[in-house]
């Protein structure tokens, strides 16, 4: 892969419902060009060749009478059986490194791209954080991101509880990141923050290369 190292790349880190996606997009608006882990997987998930296979898995009550996929039917499956989350992401994740490499070729070598960033939900557990230049923690208070998380996807607090679980804890990952920005406010702040940070590591990384 051929990635000119002069382009910035910029890990967003965070708990569930911290706000990682606002960040990056408030990003996207500043110049930056984000690679969204979260929508390649969707992208992949709904192909004919995963559908047919999911169907093959586990029936056909995992799509919905328009022939698309249930994500929250697989979501309860994979997320109840571990093993059953192994064998989604065998099929899922080799695709999504794959093509995010592909991306972080093409944006590499594009001059009008100020910065690459990778919004991906398991940043440190996939490793992803060893490609980045450096990584912005999104901190948002528990309450808060239990409550964002219950209104957009409807889960209970039980379920919010166990999906976090899952990932690394937040105060490795809050150690491990070079900047921390805040999400608990609205959101002119949060862009007043996020615009003050891109500003300052793009002048930082300008001097230094």
Request: some cysteine; proline content about 3%; hydrophobic content about 40%.
């Amino acid at each position: 892969m051929i990635l000119d190292k002069s382009k910035l790349i910029i890990g967003v880190a965070g708990g569930i419902g911290a706000g990682k996606t606002t960040v990056a997009t408030i990003l996207e608006d500043l110049g930056a060009v984000v690679i969204d882990s979260d929508k390649i997987a969707r992208e992949r998930l709904s192909s004919p060749e995963v559908v047919s296979l999911l169907r093959r898995w586990w029936g056909e009550s995992i799509c919905h009478p328009d022939g698309t996929v249930d994500r929250g039917r697989v979501a309860e499956i994979i997320f109840r059986d571990p093993s059953e989350r192994s064998r989604l992401a065998a099929v899922i994740h080799p695709h999504v490194a794959r093509r995010r490499r592909e991306l972080l070729a093409v944006y590499g070598s594009d001059p009008a791209v100020r910065a690459i960033v990778i919004d991906s939900p398991l940043l440190f557990e996939a490793g992803l954080d060893e490609m980045c230049d450096l990584i912005v923690f999104v901190h948002a208070a528990r309450a808060v991101r239990q409550a964002r998380v219950k209104a957009d996807r409807g889960w209970s607090e039980e379920e919010f509880a166990r999906r976090e679980k899952l990932q690394k804890p937040l105060d490795m990952k809050r150690q491990r990141a070079d900047y921390i920005v805040v999400s608990n406010s609205e959101l002119k702040e949060l862009r007043r923050q996020v615009e003050r940070l891109f500003s300052r590591v793009l002048h930082e990384a300008h001097r230094t290369r």
